[in-house]
């Protein structure tokens, strides 16, 4: 009966173990490693070792006498079966632990922490290589999306976003690059979704705001870049909402950025707000466009205040530009852009604001723009085309 119990409990176990190891294996296959561990090993040589045991004992006291013992060293006599029974029982007793162990390493939120946690340990101690814990996360990500678990998709994102993070602070750029790369792919590839999207954009975000406020210009310009490559896929698919936070979080960072002094960060910001509004007017979305040139107001006002004049000089480009759209795709919104730029002007000057028009690429309804501009702005009726502007 003791080896028949042994046999049966470890089925059970063996049988809870390659249960695991499947659902595990949902997110991706590298999790089975979470499941066969060294712990696990030794649990399951202990059953085999006891069952043995037990068997042998069992057989060898068949041909003996009920009072046989063996001695061992500084202990006092035993009998086989006594310590048949004390590995079964511990057997037994470490059951209930091995299974609420299953608790956390079946739960798909902390495998994403485990993993993130693993790979920045990797970096830390000097890792030459992506850790494969990246490779990991990035699929345990895109395997919640497929299940719909937003709360797993949203840790995994954070902690790859976490990983390329610690990677920029040990001058692992390539390594930072690549893993913005990975996540900017997660929120195109699910720029369609009504809450995926969202989460990425936030990540990215908050990871571009947390190196702006440590001094981190490159990283934090390759997270905006990151950010306008998802607005720039939601709105080649009309997906407005994600256009308009698109341009929401660009404007916030290109912000942060002008205060920190982080001129290459805010000038992407500004210039990602520009290739948004313009493709924004092309798709003919009103409202996204409207709200693009109040961004571009805001960062060029801040750039201004601060004395960024490469900055200030961007975000003018991309209002001039957006314009010049405006007139082409959106007339009804031409007028929002003349509003926003005649706001920035009062800030930047007019000189600046000129010079301006003449770096952005010239074309029939940039000076139908400008002429509408001066006419309603400064009350100004234009002779000819400035000398430097192409058509």
């Known amino acids: 009966a003791l080896v028949t119990g042994l046999i049966t409990a470890q089925a059970l176990v063996f049988t809870i173990t ?49 009072d046989f013992t063996i001695h061992l060293l500084a202990l006092k006599p035993i009998h086989p079966a006594s310590i048949a029974l004390a590995l079964a029982g511990t057997c037994l007793a470490l059951l209930v632990p091995y299974l609420w162990s299953f608790r956390r390493r079946l739960d798909p939120e902390q495998m994403a922490l485990d993993e993130g946690r693993r790979a920045v340990s990797r970096l830390r101690r000097g890792a030459s290589t992506e850790p494969r814990e990246v490779a990991a996360l990035d699929n345990i990500v895109m395997s919640a999306y497929g299940y719909k678990d937003y709360d797993t998709f949203a840790r995994g994102t954070e902690q790859l976003a976490r990983v390329g993070q610690e990677a920029w602070r040990r001058s692992r750029s390539e390594l930072g690059e690549s893993i913005f790369r990975r996540i900017a792919h997660i929120g195109i590839a699910t720029v369609d979704d009504p809450r995926a999207p969202s989460q990425v954009i936030d990540v990215l975000y908050k990871t571009g705001a947390g190196l702006v406020s440590e001094g981190i210009q490159e990283a934090s310009r390759q997270a905006a870049a990151a950010i306008y490559e998802i607005g720039e896929a939601a709105v080649d698919k009309g997906v407005d909402g994600v256009a308009r936070q698109v341009g929401f979080i660009l404007s916030d960072l290109g912000s942060q950025a002008a205060e920190q002094g982080l001129v290459a960060t805010a000038e992407q910001a500004a210039y990602s707000l520009g290739s948004l509004g313009a493709k924004t007017s092309q798709r003919g979305l009103e409202d996204s466009t409207r709200q693009v040139a109040v961004f571009l107001r805001r960062v060029g006002v801040k750039a201004a205040e601060q004395k960024l004049d490469l900055v200030t000089r961007q975000a003018l480009v991309s209002v001039w530009s957006l314009g010049a759209h405006t007139t082409r795709h959106l007339p009804g919104c031409a007028e929002v852009v003349v509003r926003e730029l005649e706001m920035l002007e009062q800030i930047a000057g007019s000189q ?38 192409g058509s």
Do not use: K
């Open 18 to 66: 390659l249960v695991a190891a499947q659902l595990n294996a949902r997110y991706t296959h590298r999790m089975v490693t979470r499941v066969f561990t060294w712990p696990t090993a030794l649990y399951m040589g202990l059953f085999i070792g006891s069952s043995i045991y037990s068997a042998v004992v069992l057989a060898a006291l068949s041909n003996r006498s009920a």
């Open 352 to 389: 600046l604001v000129d010079s301006s028009y003449l770096s952005t690429p010239g074309s029939r309804e940039l000076e139908e723009f400008r002429v509408r501009y001066l006419q309603e702005v400064r009350g100004e009726q234009p002779v000819g085309e400035p000398e430097g502007t």
